[in-house]
């Protein structure tokens, strides 16, 4: 019942920014807790950063802190990814992800729901 959608993906140069956004259906943002992961082709999906809904906790990857940015906006039930400083390594497919029973930690398997994906491809 749980409906997530990513937008905002694309091309982008290194050292550049970008946002994704990841609007949901059938689950407020402000509950449980929202996060985001991303999967180069080859390799596993990897955590990049999650927040919870009670309070605001946010959580990110050591490799994306100080980078990326969190961030809700409960009017418009919206989670949002900013990226800067983008790197060519930072090219995957970013996914959205809602979970019911978030504590912390990095396993896609606290997250029970998933977006479809969108593209960010940073050239170098």
């Known amino acids: 019942q749980v409906h997530l959608v990513e937008s905002g993906g694309g091309l982008v140069q290194a050292g550049g920014s970008l946002r994704l956004s990841c609007a949901a259906s059938?689950?407020?943002?402000?509950?449980?807790?929202m996060g985001w992961f991303r999967q180069a082709p080859g390799k596993e999906r990897e955590f990049v950063t999650a927040?919870?809904?009670?309070?605001?906790?946010?959580y990110y990857a050591d490799s994306m802190k100080g980078r990326f940015t969190i961030s809700r906006d409960d009017a418009k039930n919206t989670v949002y990814l900013q990226m800067s400083v983008l790197k060519p390594e930072d090219t995957a497919v970013y996914y959205c992800?809602?979970?019911?029973?978030?504590?912390?930690?990095?396993?896609?398997?606290?997250?029970?729901?998933w977006g479809q994906g969108t593209q960010v491809t940073v050239s170098s």
């Open positions: 059938g689950r407020t943002v402000s509950s449980g807790a």
């Open positions: 992800a809602a979970s019911t029973s978030y504590i912390g930690g990095n396993s896609p398997a606290n997250f029970d729901s």
């Open positions: 927040i919870k809904g009670s309070g605001g906790r946010t």
